[in-house]
């Protein structure tokens, strides 16, 4: 009997399509495929691999409305964020394109002869996607996984599968070879599984829960399979009493709100230093108040819904009806609606200030001095994203330094660009996607020594 996954529209809980689920005879035929593609795309010219994938990113620009409806379909993603996510996509496709004709390897000095580096492609990699990000994150995998020389089998998320599957298609029209990028939709735990555990797969990049990310690891590390894990976040947002207050508090909302709380970056713990703390959350009332949540797909939206209703039992579940916060408003009726929270009077040692609620629910801290604040901001499994808002820039360099995460910003909430390294420190992750060294990241470094005395 064939599984089916039925992916449901968030904002209305009407069905958008039932989609076959992959089995694991089907993943090990897909291994089969992509590994012979890899092997012809390998050694095909690098300049005919950079010009096929500069071709892919164009396709993906001519359809970037498409895209981004289809995003807010199956991911209640506001229209103005999901034509950013594909746009996201075709720039990632360009970039990495540009790297094919610059994977350079090394000569060293050695006594005897010439040493070289080669950089070699993997094989065939799996890329695991979650459901917050759908078409970002299958792109800072399958981009410069395809670069480096690789086949890539995507297997998307439950919720989350038609943009993916949208994409191979259109990597088709670009012209790159068949079964050189496969989608294979499904169960985690048996389409995902099945790659982890597949002897013909080099290598896992996961972005999804701690949770499921240390089993994968534990399994990838029995083959001693190459792994890269995003994993969860719980980003402090750490205002001094010396910053630009005004600036601080009108960037707030969107820095944990973004994505309906969606996002491993989002900054949950707002740290505000205690002699500006009470005018800081006088200024932030209206200002949460006034964050507009509605249908993702008008263009006024800045908020859309959850992405189901196990999700939204999830966030309730941190929220107490009489707990003390600040709240916002959210549609009633169909769909997976939760309105933006501020939760002002909780310990810090509360779940809903140490637990990723991924959801529009952030806690709110006083913290006395640097120190303190360095503590607080420290105080968890996680190190992903964070940000600093202070006018003395020696305490911005200072506090960013101790600060343990992979990707920080100072006056400023921006995490991820595609120019730049992004990943976790501690319980958030395992290496690096993007920026300048991605295309590393798919390789073998070869060494080579070639004898001048024989
Ligand atoms: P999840 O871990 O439940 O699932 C992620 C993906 O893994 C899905 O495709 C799922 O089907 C698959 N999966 C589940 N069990 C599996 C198994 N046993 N073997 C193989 N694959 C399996 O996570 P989610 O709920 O989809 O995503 C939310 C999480 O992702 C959050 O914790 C969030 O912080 C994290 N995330 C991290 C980043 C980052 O870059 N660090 C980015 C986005 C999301």
Aim: charged share 20%; glycine share 8%.
């Amino acid at each position: 009997m064939t599984v089916e996954h039925h992916v449901l529209n968030p904002a209305t809980e009407e069905l958008v399509r039932s989609v076959p689920a992959t089995t694991p005879a089907e993943v090990d035929a897909a291994v089969g495929r992509a590994a012979a593609a890899q092997r012809k795309w390998a050694a095909a010219a690098p300049a005919d691999r950079a010009r096929l994938l500069r071709r892919f990113a164009v396709v993906v620009d001519d359809h970037v409305e498409e895209l981004a409806r289809l995003e807010v379909l199956e991911a209640g993603h506001t229209i103005g964020n999901a034509r950013w996510e594909a746009g996201n996509a075709r720039d990632l496709l360009d970039y990495a394109a540009g790297g094919v004709e610059r994977l350079n390897g090394r000569q060293i000095p050695v006594p005897g002869g010439l040493d070289i580096t080669v950089l070699e492609p993997l094989g065939v990699v799996g890329v695991i996607a979650p459901w917050n990000f759908p078409l970002p994150i299958a792109a800072w995998g399958t981009a410069p996984a395809l670069a480096a020389g690789n086949a890539v089998l995507l297997k998307p998320a439950e919720t989350t599968p038609l943009t993916a599957l949208r994409l191979a298609e259109l990597a088709l029209v670009a012209g790159l070879p068949e079964h050189l990028f496969q989608v294979l939709p499904g169960a985690g735990d048996v389409a995902g599984n099945a790659l982890v555990e597949h002897p013909g797969v080099a290598k896992i990049v996961f972005t999804g829960s701690t949770r499921v990310g240390k089993q994968i690891m534990a399994k990838c590390a029995d083959r001693v399979k190459r792994v890269t894990l995003e994993l969860g976040g719980k980003s402090p947002n750490i205002v001094f009493a010396d910053s630009d207050l005004d600036a601080a508090v009108a960037a707030t909302p969107m820095s944990f709100l973004d994505n309906s709380g969606q996002d491993c970056c989002a900054r949950t713990r707002i740290l505000v230093q205690r002699s500006v703390y009470d005018r800081f959350l006088d200024l932030l009332a209206p200002a949460i108040e006034a964050v507009v949540v509605g249908d993702p797909a008008d263009e006024k939206t800045q908020m859309g819904p959850l992405i189901s209703g196990t999700q939204l039992d999830r966030v309730r579940s941190y929220v107490p009806d009489d707990v003390k916060a600040i709240r916002g408003t959210a549609p009633e009726g169909p769909g997976f609606w939760f309105p933006p929270t501020v939760l002002t009077d909780i310990p810090p040692d509360a779940p809903a200030a140490r637990e990723e609620v991924f959801g529009p629910v952030a806690v709110v801290l006083p913290f006395e001095d640097e120190e303190d604040a360095v503590r607080l901001a420290n105080a968890t499994e996680y190190g992903l994203s964070g940000s600093i808002w202070t006018r003395d820039v020696g305490r911005a360099l200072r506090v960013s330094r101790a600060v343990q995460a992979g990707n920080l910003s100072v006056n400023s909430h921006s995490s991820v660009r595609y120019w730049t390294p992004f990943g976790g420190y501690k319980q958030s992750g395992l290496g690096r996607e993007l920026g300048p060294d991605a295309l590393a990241a798919f390789t073998e470094t070869k060494n080579v020594f070639i004898s001048t005395e024989a």
